[in-house]
């Protein structure tokens, strides 16, 4: 069996690495030459996770022919600003019937599609596409540590046969079908994390991060509520275990990237810097874009959007959300009836 992985940044190598147990051969394709030459060469990504050896069957392609040729299952793991760009050239080469895996987070600015919605539009055939999330950092799970994600998918087919491939005594995988939720989660958190690694780099202690992640855990309910997905996902893997993951830990871009902006530098200082693209903030501007369509409350969002786009100062920002009066603690939301 071949496994095909699109993107060779952290996650992408270290989805690399848990696949192989189960694959005969992985190939990820990587954009830059110096990651596929390290690869192939010394069976490490010399620009993402240095410090982790690869296992011997997997190597790089910079090239969408070569990688894709012959594979059995395609996991897609590359920044949600490019991954139209990225799939429509990849898209001659994926095979009718291949199952494809979303690793991707976010919400497509101008339409509020969700990553697994862009893969599909872009190869067909929606049936067939699936996507993971959790509170799964790519420094963790290349060592081995106890981690667990959560597979939705259309077809409970498609979800058993990413499980397979991914699961093992370290990294335990669950299955839903609610794909709204499981990636609105994935999405928005992003956002959420982003708004406590400003806290924190202001000097707020834990008391305001909880704050912050609990309502922010109930914004990104009324967004999955509203878009007709599951509010219980939110109580899963996909939200509140992603969300306390990405709001505090170090090895969370977005929450240091929080910090680094409350301290001065800018988003395109930290990303050239650390050569990683910050989901969460190309998030807080699409995510904004589907809270008005949807007619979703998210202060959070609409106010780091505020604070990242149009000039609005961090005491603002902070001052417009601490003089809303406290309402009922889950309105907006819709429960979902579970038979």
Same mark, same amino acid.
């Given at each position: ?21 189960? /694959? ?66 990849? /898209? ?93 989660? /994935? ?95 190309? /998030? ?56």
């Amino acid at each position: 069996m071949k496994i095909t992985v699109i993107g060779a940044g952290s996650w992408g190598t270290a989805i690399a690495g848990v696949a192989a147990a189960h /694959a005969d051969e992985v190939e990820l394709w990587s954009f830059d030459e110096e990651s596929t030459r390290g690869i192939n060469d010394r069976h490490v990504n010399p620009l993402y996770l240095s410090d982790y050896e690869l296992p011997e069957n997997v190597t790089a392609s910079g090239s969408y022919a070569d990688a894709l040729a012959g594979a059995d299952g395609i996991i897609v793991v590359v920044p949600s600003p490019f991954i139209r760009s990225t799939i429509r050239g990849a /898209a001659p080469y994926i095979a009718e019937d291949t199952p494809v895996l979303c690793l991707t987070k976010g919400i497509e600015a101008g339409t509020g599609a969700l990553m697994s919605e862009v893969v599909a539009d872009e190869i067909g055939r929606p049936e067939r596409v699936a996507a993971l999330s959790g509170p799964n950092h790519a420094e963790e799970i290349c060592r081995g540590s106890l981690s667990a994600a959560v597979v939705a998918s259309p077809d409970p087919v498609v979800a058993e046969f990413f499980k397979t491939l991914l699961i093992s005594p370290v990294f335990r995988i669950y299955t839903s079908q609610d794909m709204i939720g499981v990636e609105t989660c /994935a999405a928005v958190k992003n956002v959420i994390a982003i708004v406590c690694g400003i806290a924190a780099g202001v000097g707020y202690g834990d008391n305001t991060l909880a704050l912050i992640m609990t309502r922010g855990l109930a914004e990104i309910s009324r967004i999955v509520s509203a878009r007709g997905g599951d509010p219980m996902t939110c109580m899963g893997l996909a939200g509140m275990g992603d969300l306390v993951a990405t709001c505090t830990s170090p090895h969370s871009r977005n929450r240091s990237f929080g910090v680094a902006f409350a301290q001065g530098e800018s988003l395109d200082e930290y990303q050239r810097r650390t050569h990683m693209v910050v989901e969460g903030a190309a /998030a807080a501007r699409s995510t904004a874009e589907l809270a008005r369509a949807l007619g979703v409350d998210a202060p959070l969002t609409f106010a780091l959007e505020n604070t990242l786009y149009h000039g609005m100062g961090i005491d603002e920002a902070l001052g417009i959300l601490t003089d809303r009066f406290p309402t009922e603690e889950f309105y907006g939301i819709t429960p979902t009836e579970r038979g």
